[in-house]
């Protein structure tokens, strides 16, 4: 009872900040709306038993693109306040997308089986994660990583000095 | 105790023995850890930050050959209630183009994380307010991560050149110093073998050559690169680039005022505290003192069912921890009376070119060390004494290299607190030159 009260509250918290990310126009204002539409998300994971991916999901999103998000936006705003206005081809683009995606979602909901109480967390999920992902799973953790690096490659060539 | 899902809550805690006499219901544990963090915590941190705002000052004024705050209570204790006091009374400022909402919301955003990851720190074996984290240091990196948010929101918000400056700085140099930092405390990590802050704890409990510092050289450098990486990642001198007060005005909180500037400057000295306190979870024996009789003691009266000696054992182990993170914060404030900032590419630069090599080396290393150089991995009390060979003859390497490296580490402390007492000492006797290097000759008694 509780714990299901509290998985509403996370839940929520994470579907009002994820219309409020929609309807702001003030872009900065969106990334913290998106800041408490991850935390609510990690509290979710929380009452899934899912804590590592709670933490993982707050140390990788909030912590990390969320401040790369806000940087990029200081970095290119024009002007401190600056406002987020779409042209009506945006507007457009963006309800397709979205509600195909809802759509999408929706199909995948009809035909996945939930599991109907939440599982007993694992009592030392990062070793069955590390071993999972050097054992099965090692080409794709392998593979994210070689993306990984040409991306940091990719970033150190735009940024070398430039001769002359 | 929201954090960790019902399965695994409070089922270790000899307080909830004590106070429940055993699991209680979801909703009674909901409501008094609310109870708790409103009556215990809040107060409890609150405090942790003035006394470290006064010490401050104090450990200030006097490397500077001043007296520092006196004035209000016996040597100045009372002094952060006044400045309390003073700060309610001001008047709130927002700034006319600065963004409201976000303005009044990052206060909150820098002050709470900080304050959350108290709920993990173990003071004694038993006195954390969550036991069973089993992820415990993830947790405090994680929550840790987000203050930077409010940080840099409070620069942004308040549309002010001098704190987007501050807020450009602070976002650089936080998240490149989140990885050298996380790197050291994986090497302590890889050492211990556990996340558990708890667990970490009861490694340690075999007397000062089980210290997770005096484990192996990787780990013993890996407290210094730590060190460093926690100081630079709290924001604090000499990395205190995002607030130079030389260039910035203030950095990222020019514009606030009053209450809502206080709760930056707590969750500053609040955050002291707390990468203190990982240090010395981490690489100090958290609770346990040097000589391992808390740890025979605990096992003692654990074995026995003693509740009301085990809780003075907790309070005992409260006592040392807060004693070492203590020292540890004084080591953080000497550094910032001591030394220069550097530039913020000087600061960049020790960062990804210095700490983060630095760390991927003692990461190998430890990691080798550990595939072939088997220690004793989590012994627990019970299975050697502390000065007896007997249990370790199988592992004379390790232990040789524990000695050497307790050797090492106690003669760096003992030369640390030589050179203070020294510093103090001469603070003391020659005073007449260190204020007044050509005294003036003093009128004669009785002419004015």
């Known amino acids: 009872m509780m714990l299901e009260s509290l998985f509403y509250l996370f839940a929520a918290v994470t579907a009002l900040s994820a219309i409020g990310i929609v309807l702001t126009r003030d872009i900065v204002r969106a990334a913290v709306l998106l800041l408490f539409c991850l935390l609510g998300v990690a509290g979710v994971f929380v009452s899934l038993s899912a804590t590592f991916v709670a933490v993982v999901q707050l140390i990788v999103y909030a912590g990390g693109t969320l401040v790369l998000i806000i940087f990029g936006v200081m970095l290119t705003g024009h002007s401190p306040l600056h406002r987020f206005e779409p042209t009506r081809w945006e507007a457009v683009i963006g309800t397709v997308l979205g509600v195909v995606l809802l759509a999408g979602l929706g199909m995948a909901y009809g035909s996945a089986e939930f599991a109907k109480r939440p599982l007993a967390p694992m009592a030392d999920a990062p070793a069955a994660f590390g071993v999972a992902l050097l054992g099965p799973f090692l080409v794709p953790f392998e593979l994210a990583s070689v993306l990984l690096l040409v991306v940091m490659i990719g970033a150190g060539y735009l940024a070398r000095r430039r001769k002359g | 105790m929201i954090l960790c899902g019902r399965c695994t809550m409070w089922n270790t805690s000899v307080f909830q023995q004590f106070f429940f006499g055993g699991a209680p219901r979801l909703w009674v544990e909901v409501v008094y850890s609310l109870a708790l963090a409103a009556v215990v915590f809040i107060p409890a941190v609150s405090l942790v930050a003035m006394i470290g705002i006064w010490a401050e000052r104090k450990v200030a004024g006097h490397m500077q050959a001043r007296i520092g705050p006196n004035r209000v209570g016996p040597i100045g204790i009372l002094q952060s209630i006044a400045d309390g006091v003073k700060l309610l009374t001001k ?358």
């Not at chain 2, 942004?156 to 930092?181: D, F, H, I, L, T």
């Not at chain 2, 990642?233 to 909180?253: M, Q, T």
């Open chain 2, 91 to 448: 008047e709130d400022l927002i700034p006319a183009s600065a963004d409201g909402m976000l303005f009044r919301l990052s206060p909150y955003l820098a002050f709470v994380p900080v304050f959350m990851v108290y709920m993990l720190v173990p003071f004694g074996p038993d006195l954390v307010f969550e036991p069973a984290a089993g992820l415990g240091l993830l947790w405090i990196l994680a929550v840790l991560s987000i203050e930077v948010v409010g940080v840099i929101l409070a620069g942004w918000s308040s549309s002010n050149k001098w704190s987007v400056y501050g807020a450009m700085r602070e976002a650089c140099q936080m998240v490149s110093y989140e990885v050298p930092m996380g790197m050291a405390i994986l090497v302590a990590v890889t050492a211990g073998g556990t996340l558990d802050l708890v667990r970490l704890g009861h490694l340690q409990q075999g007397g000062i050559h089980t210290w997770l510092i005096f484990r192996n050289p990787f780990v013993f450098a890996a407290f210094f690169t730590y060190f460093v990486a926690s100081l630079a990642a709290n924001k604090r001198a000499p990395f205190d680039l995002p607030e130079s007060e030389s260039e910035l005005v203030a950095g990222y909180h020019t514009e606030y005022s009053g209450l809502r500037f206080s709760f930056f400057f707590f969750a500053e000295y609040a955050g002291m505290f707390v990468i203190a306190s990982i240090q010395t979870v981490l690489f100090l024996g958290a609770w346990n003192d040097p000589f391992g009789l808390i740890g025979h003691y605990d096992a003692m009266f654990r074995a026995s069912g003693d509740v009301g000696g085990l809780v003075l054992l907790n309070l005992i182990g409260a006592g040392i921890f807060v004693g070492k993170a203590s020292a540890l914060v004084f080591v953080q404030m000497w550094f910032r009376w001591t030394l220069p900032r550097p530039r913020i590419d000087q600061v960049l630069y020790v960062c990804m070119k210095v700490l983060l090599p630095l760390g991927c080396v003692l990461l190998l290393g430890e990691v080798l060390w550990e595939i072939f150089l088997p220690g004793q991995p989590g012994v627990p009390w019970v299975a050697y004494g502390p000065w007896s060979l007997g249990g370790w003859s199988n592992y004379l390497p390790t232990l040789g290299v524990q000695g050497i490296m307790t050797a090492v580490g106690l003669l760096l402390a003992a030369g640390a607190v030589g050179f203070v007492g020294k510093a103090a000492w001469d603070g003391r006797h020659n005073r007449q030159r260190l204020t007044d290097p050509a005294p003036m000759p003093r009128p004669a008694a009785g002419r004015r």
